[in-house]
């Protein structure tokens, strides 16, 4: 995942025509040139007619069984190389027409393979369990793919016999529709307002541009009235947004109860195998636990001088603070900070840096954002777009815990098993921002720069994990009026995130009526329902590791056992359930204690954060 909070794409005018090599990534690393990617992409349009000739055939003999399992896995890792070379070429210069039609044909070759071989799961499932069991017992080779073997015979009770199957998938583009429509409204056909700026500069209100004005701007009045004419956007469309969010929840029942689960949120936790009651525990405990979101509003209030705290006043910074942090010197801290996990953690953070992975700093036609992508056999690739501020140094810290966790689990596991779930894909992440957000704190007695720090680390607890709770409540009740067959109209979806804003801000956000319609923004409620509450869940995880690891209260060989089980879990890849993998480090998400210690982290960071206001004023 990308990190959530890295929308706001400033310093457009940042141009580095000549950008010294070491920020740049060496792609060599993955192909010498274009020739030698077109021997792999042979090789595997080869390599799925291969496949195919064994259908019908799984069935026949263990042999036959490995060898088409093999070569299935084979064509899985070459795809990893043969799919990342174009792709990353591309996101650092979009309008390249020869690698376009290169990754193009990569996708087509993609799409070949899916049509060809959607028989395999099917066929699979078809030999009886045992056997199948058997056959691992006694072929090393296939050991590694036991545990996803495994679990595709534990959700077998939810693929249908294959008439129903074949009715099913008449119907599959027409209930992913919603999505489209969606998308299309949203990005193709909507007209987003323009306003005068008290510097009488006349803008467009674009999701992005509001995020930067509300981010940066401080006067009040500016924010207010990009706030009212973004959201005025939604608020035209409601009743069309609304249908369309009806669609896609009442798709998402139909789709459950033909499959034969109890509830919708049932269906899209049982792929990784998550108890529903981690979902409910999440939202019921972080709605009851309010108290601190309130505080840090109210203190917010006090420390900007508003006269009324609305909800558009939430972003900007509580002080001006513009460090610039060179790339150099923040790699070194980055490095440092990474001390209390271990020598051998820093050798391989170490090599991650210095070894051309990174894409460093925004050029002509680059992407935005930033991400770190894998490639199995090779190392992952990290794209940023550095611009010295402290928000980039640790969208910075953060793409390198993933990097790290990719390498550890790809080193540690066979193919079949090095790739982990989104469930636990932030926790390394985040546990880098907080190494590196202490480290950051234990270096500078400046005020305003502690401040800053700080915000950094409210901001997560309140944008990563109080509001994707937030959200995760809204999902959660719109899709359960759906299944006791109430209507889903923008009345009713409006008085629900209405209620959810009550629960979370209560009076220490004025009423905003323009607020009912939030959830028309979130792609995540259309593009993939039930996905949010898991940046919140990741949150609490890396939290509880980071305490049972770095609090001195601890003792020392407490501390150390909590850290040679954190160092598993980033080698184990996705060799068990999430949830097992967690439990296995030391972090029950099914006990409410977990999240309700969060909550009261939120409570401490306020406490450092009045104090360092104080320490301002004197
Ligand atoms: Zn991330």
Redesign the pocket.
């Known amino acids: ?3 959530v909070n890295a929308m706001n794409q400033e310093n457009k005018n940042i141009k580095r025509v000549d950008i010294d090599q070491k920020y740049k990534w060496k792609l060599s690393d993955l192909y010498q040139n274009w020739d030698e990617w077109e021997k792999d992409y042979k090789k595997m349009d080869q390599m799925i007619s291969e496949i195919a000739s064994f259908k019908g055939k799984l069935r026949d003999n263990p042999e036959t069984f490995a060898k088409a399992v093999l070569l299935n896995e084979e064509f899985d890792i070459l795809s990893y190389k043969v799919f990342r070379y174009p792709q990353l070429m591309l996101d650092l210069n979009s309008k390249d027409q020869f690698v376009a039609s290169k990754f193009q044909k990569v996708q087509i070759l993609f799409s070949k393979f899916s049509i060809q071989n959607s028989w395999i799961a099917p066929e699979i499932l078809s030999i009886p369990m045992e056997t199948v069991i058997g056959w691992i017992d006694t072929n090393p080779d296939l050991e590694p793919h036991r545990f996803s073997i495994m679990n595709m015979f534990r959700l077998q009770k939810h693929v249908l016999s294959e008439d129903k199957e074949k009715l099913l998938s008449f119907y599959s583009q027409f209930s992913s529709s919603p999505k489209s429509i969606y998308s299309q409204l949203s990005t193709a056909d909507i007209k987003f307002n323009e306003v005068k700026l008290s510097n009488d500069e006349t803008i467009k209100i674009s999701p992005a541009n509001y995020s930067r004005i509300l981010a940066t701007n401080r006067n009040q009045d500016d924010r207010k009235k990009t706030f009212e004419a973004l959201y005025s956007v939604y608020q035209d469309y409601q009743n069309t947004y609304a249908s369309i969010y009806n669609a896609s929840v009442q798709a998402d029942w139909a789709s459950s109860q033909a499959r034969n689960y109890t509830s919708s949120l049932e269906a899209a936790l049982e792929g990784d195998n998550i108890p529903t009651e981690v979902y409910r525990n999440l939202v019921q405990t972080v709605g009851e636990n309010t108290a601190p979101l309130k505080r840090y509003a109210r203190l917010r209030k006090k420390i900007l001088g508003l006269e009324k705290y609305h909800v558009y006043d939430g972003s900007v910074a509580i002080v001006d603070f513009d460090k610039k942090y060179s790339y150099d010197d923040v790699t070194k801290w980055i490095l440092e900070s990474t001390e209390p996990l271990g020598g051998e953690y820093q050798e391989k953070l170490k090599n991650a840096l210095n070894g051309k992975w990174i894409d460093v700093y925004e050029t002509e036609g680059k992407r935005s954002g930033a991400y770190s992508a894998g490639v199995y056999g090779v190392h992952p690739y990290m794209l940023l777009n550095y611009n010295e501020t402290l928000d980039s140094v640790f969208t910075l810290a ?2 390198l815990g ?1 990097t790290m966790h990719t390498m550890l689990s790809s080193e540690a596991q066979p193919f079949a098993t090095h790739e982990y779930t989104i469930f636990i ?2 926790v390394a ?1 985040t546990f880098n921002e907080r190494l590196l957000l202490d480290y950051l704190l234990n270096r500078t007695t400046d005020p305003k720069e502690r401040i800053a720090l700080l915000q950094q680390e409210i901001r997560n607890l309140t944008g990563t994990f109080y509001f994707q709770a937030l959200l995760a409540d809204f999902e959660l009740q719109v899709h359960e009026l759906a299944e006791k067959g109430e209507a889903i109209t923008s009345e009713v979806l409006g008085d629900t995130m209405s209620a959810i804003y009550d629960k979370y801000y209560g009076d220490s956000v004025e009423k905003e009526d323009l607020l009912r319609v939030v959830w028309a923004r979130v792609p995540h409620f259309f593009n993939s329902p039930f996905y949010v509450y898991q940046y919140a869940t990741c949150f609490v995880s890396s939290a509880v590791l980071y305490d049972k690891i770095t609090n001195p209260e601890n003792s020392k060989a407490e501390r150390e056992e909590a850290l040679k089980k954190y160092i598993s879990l980033l080698k184990s890849g996705g060799n068990d359930y999430p949830m097992e993998q967690l439990k296995k480090a030391g972090v029950d998400l099914t006990q409410k204690e977990v999240t309700l210690a969060l909550t009261k982290q939120l409570d401490i960071m306020l406490d450092l954060l009045e104090k360092e206001i104080e320490n301002l004023e004197k």
Do not use: G, N, R, T
């Open positions: 995942m990308e990190k953060h793409e993933h894909a932030e992440s």
